[in-house]
C-alpha cells in the first residue's frame, strides 16, 4: 500500500503474504492494468501483486509475531499458486480478484500456520476457517463504486483464466505498518 490514507487505515497491523513473481504475478498485473484502463477512472488497488495467509493486529508482539512466523516458514515447504479465474468479492466488499485453485501445498500451509496460531494468543484479523477461505490476489477496491458500475466491471472482467498461470513461491514476506509506511522482512521457506 502506497497512499496516505491506505498506511493510515493499516497502522498497527502485520500480514504474512506470499509474493508471486513469475506467470501469476504477469496474469494478475495484466488483469489489473486493462481493469483499471476500461474503467478509465482511477480506484484503490494493490500497487503489489500479494496472496495474504494472515492478518494480525499486534503492535506490541511484532518480534514474538516473527519468530512465529519465522519457525512456520523453516517448515514449510514452497507452496504452488495457479490462478483459476477473475472473480469478484461481492457487496458489501466489491472487489475484483484473482481466485487461485486450492492446491495441497496452498491449503496445506494455511492449515500448519492455523495449528500454528492456534497455540498462541496472537490477535488475527479477518480469519476464516480453511473451508471457508478463499484464496485470492485482490485486483481492484470497488466499494466506492456504485452497484450499476460495479456490475459492469464484474461482467466484463470475470472469466475463467485459460491456459491457468502457475508457479511455485519459494518466500513469505511478513509486512507491518507502523509510523506511516509499509516494513517488511521477506522470510525463506525452507520444507
Known amino acids: 500500500m502506497s497512499t496516505p ?28 492494468s486493462t481493469a483499471l484502463a476500461r474503467l478509465g477512472m482511477p480506484l484503490r488497488h494493490p500497487h503489489t501483486e500479494h496472496v495474504t495467509l494472515r492478518g494480525f493486529f499486534e503492535p506490541e508482539r511484532r518480534e514474538e509475531l516473527g519468530e512465529l512466523v519465522r519457525a512456520w516458514a523453516a517448515q514449510q515447504s514452497p507452496i504452488e499458486i495457479i490462478g483459476e479465474a477473475v ?31 492456534d497455540c498462541t494468543d496472537l490477535r488475527r484479523i479477518g480469519e476464516l476457517p480453511l473451508e471457508e477461505w478463499t484464496f485470492h490476489l485482490s485486483v481492484l477496491y470497488g466499494k466506492t463504486l456504485d452497484a450499476a458500475t460495479w456490475d459492469r466491471v464484474v461482467q466484463e472482467e470475470a472469466r475463467y483464466l485459460t491456459p491457468q498461470p502457475a508457479e511455485v513461491v519459494r518466500e513469505a514476506e511478513l509486512v507491518w505498518y507502523q509510523d506511516g509506511a509499509e516494513h517488511a522482512e521477506v522470510i525463506p521457506l525452507g520444507g
Open 5 to 32: 490514507d491506505q498506511l493510515e487505515s493499516l497502522n498497527g497491523q502485520q500480514y504474512l503474504v506470499l509474493r508471486p513473481t513469475a506467470d501469476v504475478a504477469a496474469t494478475y498485473r495484466e488483469i489489473q
Open 87 to 117: 472473480d469478484e468479492f461481492p457487496t458489501p466488499w466489491q472487489i475484483l480478484v484473482v481466485r487461485l485453485a486450492r492446491t495441497t501445498s496452498l491449503v496445506s500451509a494455511y492449515s500448519s500456520l492455523t495449528d500454528a496460531l
